[in-house]
């Protein structure tokens, strides 16, 4: 029976691996199982940080131990051993069961779902095992700043600036594709719909107020009221104004 995992059920099956990761490098792996969350994909983390000896000890397997060669990188030489890299696999509905078929589509979007995982992975800025040339590492995802392993055996690591560029990196994805709620999506409607009808309001008013031309009957005050240089502008007031001027200059305040 298929039961529904939340993000945080399906993290926590990733908690131990990501812990062993260079924490902006783990972030980035965490957005990565998010994002792919709410496409559908489930991305289970099965390889983190390997230390030295258990890189030997895996580079030794179908070498000078039984089973299949699995890298070509000892000790040192595997970006595994400096916490910059990871191995994903998809998990299955059953909650259980990993899978390293790149062909599957679980959420049956059309798309395989490995390739959506690998899809994201690089909109956040991560290198991708499959695009190697010479060993395609389907499951390898690495983010090393252009540091080779040489460089980091000699000690060399990520600076400031390129760790803040990666985080600023995440964050503007984030703001960029959040989705709007429903609520919120109700809300903007209602205020786009509160807009347009003020703004046809607005024009009414204009309208009402300023008027085409001076009317005839307020004529004779205008011309008074600018000769007197009481007012400036005639043209395009309002009723009220010429109402109100024409009032003045019958009462012989206004005199031309
Ligand atoms: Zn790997």
Redesign the pocket.
Known sequence: MARMLTLEQLKKKSEKRLNGLHPVFKLVMEKLIDRCYARGVWVLIT?GLRTYAEQDALYAQGRTKPGQVVTKARGGYSN?NFRL???FALLLRDGRTVSWDTLRDDDKDSLPDWSEVVEEAKKLGLEW?GDWRSFK?M??LQMVFGITTAQFRAGKRPTQAQLDAVLAKINSLETEDEPMTEAEKKALEALQATAKQQSATIEELKKYNAMPEIPAWAKDACVAAKAAGIVEKTVGRSYDFYSLLTVLYRSGLVKG
């Open positions: 390889q595994h890299a990871a191995d095992g590492d499951p390898h």
